[in-house]
């Protein structure tokens, strides 16, 4: 899956500058076919700011051709920071012993979930730290909970790599999308970042796509924590992670996620390991495009770890889904506020940030990145279409290669978008949501679906929900 010799010897070398090498990698990339990890290798050794600025504007392009304007937005809802490994970078990490403990019970993750329905938000990540007391079991009810209980349409779970049967298990309670993050590729420092713990095993993590995919699982995202080791030969190995997918079962990962290394309580004993291998803005500006032009179909994933203003320009690098208003705590959206945790401190809601995993940059609220979005051109998206009519796994990437899932992300982030002003009235910003929402009807081009659209606007206005195409 990863010959890390290979990818090394792909790196070796100076710095690639040439526009005449650089151009006919662009023109490919436009296909929407995606690029070879030696095409991928040339653009990461690029640093000539005017090479890299035609970098981005041709995976802007190709976003546009794969998704339109459309940006996804969700939000995590972390479960529990029980945790049994010992991960270097991680303020879950079992040694952190000035961690409060906590794990949301059915009915506090319900109220959550509750909470962020009422935010927005119908797309929801689950995260949880990995302790067997909280696994599987835990998990799957949890799910149904919510699917039962609110509004929440679809449910996405990041939590530890498991077997075949719990995986089978979380898929039969309705979860849409599996993540796990290899963190990193490189061996050595995989080992030097996991000293104890099941996560210890690299080959274990590294194989649990393919279990996934087995359990039945057709939408599995992945990515590695930025900043642990050399970036490029950690991008060039998730590139050549989501192509062994597509090569075995002809989808390619649906969400390639970018997070950076970024402060945790308990890990200040680990800063000199933890700096080796800091990632620039500008580096991570350039390896969101060259996921977006290495494998177009993916949802490249940027959360509130960054700043405003570096999200604002990543839309433009090709990143197509955002997280907003994250709280990186259990009971961090404040829907519940438990007398104690386990260390006997007071702790949820506005005093939640010290059971965070990591601290985040972006504080706005679901509105306001609405209108950033809107303001760059963009399209806010609530849609959880694709998962209920069967545009998932390889069928997805069939009609993304294609570039058939546009003219759907369009409608329904419209109708998403419609329903959302409805519900939560955008105070201040009314004239911008509906001059967006105006925009992007008159540019549907299809009439078929452009007649479905015009009805089901209507519909919306009269009191129904959850329409799409």
Do not use: W
């Amino acid at each position: 899956m990863i010959n890390s010799k290979y990818i090394e010897r792909l790196l070796e070398g100076p710095a690639e500058s040439d526009a005449e090498k650089l151009s006919p990698v662009l023109d490919e990339a436009k296909g929407l076919k995606g690029l070879s990890l030696e095409q991928a290798a040339l653009l990461l050794k690029t640093e000539d700011p005017a090479l890299l600025a035609r970098i981005h504007a041709c995976a802007e392009r190709v976003k546009q051709r794969v998704f339109g304007n459309r940006i996804v937005l969700f939000a995590p809802l972390y479960l529990s920071n029980y945790c049994v490994n010992s991960c270097l970078y991680c303020g879950f990490k079992s040694g952190n012993k000035e961690l409060p403990r906590r794990a949301l019970t059915k009915d506090e993750a319900v109220a959550e979930a509750r909470t962020l329905v009422a935010m927005g938000f119908k797309r929801v990540l689950l995260v949880a730290g990995e302790d067997k007391r909280y696994g599987t079991d835990y998990i799957a009810g949890i799910v149904r909970a919510i699917y039962k209980e609110t509004g929440m349409r679809i449910i996405h779970v990041n939590a530890a790599p498991m077997d075949i049967k719990e995986l089978s298990e979380l898929k039969a309670a309705g979860v849409g999308v599996y993540q796990v993050f290899q963190e990193t590729y490189h061996r050595p420092t995989y080992e030097k970042m996991h000293p104890g713990g099941p996560k210890k095993d690299y080959d274990y993590r590294i194989n649990v796509m393919e279990r996934a995919a087995e359990a039945g699982f057709e939408d599995l995202g992945i990515g590695t924590l930025l900043g642990l080791y050399d970036y490029r030969f950690d991008v060039l190995s998730t590139i050549a992670h989501s192509r062994s997918l597509f090569k075995r079962y002809g989808m390619h990962a649906h969400t390639i996620s970018i997070p950076r290394l970024r402060p945790a309580s308990g890990t200040t004993g680990d800063a000199e390991a933890l700096n080796a291998h800091s990632v620039s803005d500008s580096e991570l500006k350039k390896i969101t495009a060259i996921y977006r032009l290495s494998v177009p179909t993916a949802g490249v994933v940027v959360t509130t770890r960054e700043p405003e203003e570096l999200r604002r320009e990543l839309l433009h690098a090709g990143a197509s889904q955002l997280s907003a208003a994250s709280r990186t705590s259990p009971g961090g959206y404040g829907s519940t506020r438990p007398e104690q945790s386990e260390t006997g401190s007071p702790e949820g809601g506005k005093d939640a940030g010290t059971l965070e995993q990591f601290s985040t940059n972006d504080q706005r609220s679901v509105t306001e990145v609405m209108a950033t979005i809107i303001k760059e051109g963009g399209l806010p998206s609530l849609c959880t279409t694709c998962y209920r009519t069967g545009r998932v796994g390889a069928h997805f990437t069939e009609l993304s290669s294609r570039g058939e899932m546009h003219k759907f992300c369009q409608a329904n982030a419209l109708l998403s978008l419609k329903e959302y002003t409805i519900d939560n009235p955008p105070n201040g910003n009314a004239e911008l949501f509906n001059d967006a929402l105006n925009k992007t009807f008159d540019s549907i081009k299809d009439k078929e679906i452009k007649d479905s659209v015009t009805q089901k606007l209507k519909a919306l206005e009269k009191g129904k929900k959850d329409l799409y195409l």
